[in-house]
Nanobody, 122 residues
Framework: QVQLVESGGGLVQAGGSLRLSCAAS????????MGWFRQASGKEREFVAT???????YYADSVKGRFTISRDNAKNTVYLQMNSLKPEDTAVYYC????????????????WGQGTQVTVSS
């Protein structure tokens, strides 16, 4: 069982930066692929980024070059550094964990956090 708690969301102006954190419980954090997803109001949840247990990273085209995912296994934490934010990045951001299956597919993730709101004003 893994419990995930996100933090770091907030209100920022377009062009600004935020860093989201996701703290995980459990002793097997290092064996999980960790992902970030987001859901804008009225839209479906979508893939943002994933970092595998061996630290390979993957990004949605919409955030590539602006967002960076990283992990600190000693702290059981995964981060999402978001730069050059745009109003279209406004969403609730969710952290998730999985061990098998396609890493960009939401249904392959077994554990989810409660989400943190990111709002980017124009």
């Amino acid at each position: 069982q893994v419990q995930l708690v996100e933090s770091g969301g907030g209100l920022v102006q377009a062009g600004g930066s935020l860093r989201l954190s996701c703290a995980a419980s459990g002793r097997t954090f290092s064996t999980y692929n960790m992902g970030w997803f987001r859901q804008a109001s009225g839209k479906e949840r979508e893939f943002v980024a994933t970092i595998t247990w061996y630290a390979n990273t993957y990004y949605a085209d919409s955030v590539k070059g602006r967002f960076t995912i990283s992990r600190d296994n000693a702290k059981n934490t995964v981060y999402l550094q978001m730069n050059s934010l745009k109003p279209e990045d406004t969403a609730v951001y969710y952290c998730a964990a999985q061990q098998r299956g396609g890493i960009a597919t939401m249904t392959n993730y077994d554990y989810w956090g409660q989400g943190t709101q990111v709002t980017v004003s124009s």
